[in-house]
């Protein structure tokens, strides 16, 4: 998950996606939340 979260910030210009203390990602893509 790691890495395709990687490649994706790369391809949007931004920093690298980092999990939170419970494991889950939360993205802000387009102006939409995203929770993986």
């Known amino acids: 998950?790691?890495?395709l979260l990687s490649g994706l910030?790369?391809?949007?210009?931004?920093?690298?996606?980092?999990?939170?203390?419970t494991g889950s990602?939360?993205?802000r893509?387009?102006?939409q939340s995203v929770l993986l």
């Open 1 to 3: 998950m790691d890495h």
């Open 25 to 27: 990602y939360h993205l």
């Open 9 to 21: 910030a790369t391809r949007l210009g931004q920093g690298p996606f980092v999990a939170d203390r």
């Open 29 to 31: 893509i387009d102006g």
